[in-house]
């Protein structure tokens, strides 16, 4: 996600679930870094809830300064970056029908828990030969662990979709150094100290069909995830953007008809000024 959205977005609560519950396991002060990012805890246990992208970013440069020498916990964090992390845009890539579809997925969309660029590598042929992640907006201290979750997320992502150990031919990071536990599903080794997070790969495979694939479940994902972002840019309006784009597309009214609402109407942005009731109210304390 970059800069210009985190500033205004709101994204799921998984995330900072994930790293409250691993600051708690390890004895490390979880209630003052959610004091620190202005996020109430009851807002990270309540199943659909949101919360504003910047104190997502907020939170997580209070994770990595609690965590400075745990590289074990940012592993662990790693790990639990799964394909449902991603929300809509995860199920984009999760039925992706081919490795060329999935780096489209990737890229195509501005809308992930973290300050990041995707751009496809391409061969001179045009042919789709590699994935990379950059960090411009994000601030320095925050991109270690960002390339360890990045790195391990992509890596299982695709391990699972190709249906065996995935073929890269060559993996590069920004980092001095980087822990084996992160490389479980690299099949090749890791070059240390390059520009970017890079994952190269044969473009012959790009094509191939995928065993998990599915391509009129991804074309219907994909739909949704990229109305969210482009819809919220044109009007500003994230609930009501939210509810229109899923409503609009079939595959995802199951899943809204689970989802409490956030807002009592969708037509007041989350951001905007609220009663006194209202902010005693479920609804209010879920988008903290």
């Known amino acids: 996600m970059k800069l210009s959205s985190y500033q205004n977005l709101r994204v799921p609560n998984f995330s900072v679930h994930i790293l409250r519950q691993l600051l708690e396991e390890a004895n490390l002060d979880w209630r003052t870094a959610l004091a620190n990012a202005e996020i109430a805890p009851n807002a990270l246990n309540r199943p659909g809830s949101t919360i504003p992208a910047r104190k997502e970013l907020t939170f997580q440069l209070q994770f990595v300064a609690l965590t400075r020498d745990r590289v074990d916990l ?10 449902s992390t991603y929300s809509v845009r995860g199920m984009a890539l999760a039925t992706a029908p081919t490795v060329a579809a999935w780096a489209a997925a990737a890229s ?49 992502s695709l391990a699972w979709l190709y249906g065996d150990t995935f073929p890269y031919t060559q993996v590069e990071v920004p980092l001095a150094e980087v822990s084996p536990e992160v490389s479980t599903y690299v099949s090749c080794n890791i070059d240390c100290g390059a520009p970017a997070l890079r994952l190269r790969w044969d473009p012959a495979i790009s094509t191939d069909e995928l065993p998990f694939g599915n391509a009129f479940q991804h074309e219907a994902w994909v739909r949704a995830d990229t109305q969210i972002i482009d819809t919220f840019r044109a009007t500003g309006d994230w609930p009501h953007t939210v509810t229109k784009a899923i409503r609009a597309a079939p595959i995802l009214t199951a899943h809204w008809q689970m989802w409490p609402r956030r807002c009592e109407s969708p037509h007041v942005p989350c951001n905007a000024s609220l009663n006194s009731r209202a902010r005693t109210s479920p609804e209010y304390e879920t988008r903290l």
């Open 74 to 83: 940012w592993v662990r964090a790693a790990r639990a970056y799964t394909t």
């Open 108 to 156: 195509a969309t501005d809308n992930a828990p973290g300050l990041l660029e995707i751009t496809p590598l391409r061969a001179p042929e045009g042919a789709v030969a590699g994935i990379e992640f950059t960090y411009p907006d994000a601030p320095e201290e925050l991109i270690p662990f960002s390339v360890y979750r990045d790195l391990y997320a992509a890596t299982r």
